[in-house]
């Protein structure tokens, strides 16, 4: 049973917003946390934000809180980018775990969807 989906992805131009959607089932729900994730090429994947299923609290990486925002609307978590650069394309994933940063603490995984950034 698929647990998390994410959409939203695309092309953009450099300075261009986008907001990325994840789809979350009552079974991740259940977890501490949604977190959004992103993966570069040839690098590991990055913590960017989370958000508690319990409280609604947030917590976002140092590297994108002035640009990213998470929020939860139901049982949809979203990640508002803004002002999209070079350093930001990469496979987007939203996941369901314990509430940190660190991926090794997330347990459930959306597909990822893809952000490329160019003009």
Known sequence: QVQLVESG????QPGSSLTLSCVVSEFALGYYAIGWFRQAPRKGREGLS????????????????DRFTISREKNTVYLQMSGLNAEDPAV?????GAGSLRP????????GTQVT???
């Open 92 to 96: 987007y994933y939203c996941a369901a």
């Open 9 to 12: 992805g695309g092309l953009v």
């Open 50 to 65: 989370i958000i508690s299923t319990n409280d609604g609290s947030t917590h976002s990486a140092d590297s994108v809180k």
């Open 104 to 111: 090794a603490e997330y347990h459930l995984w959306g597909q």
């Open 117 to 119: 950034v160019s003009s």
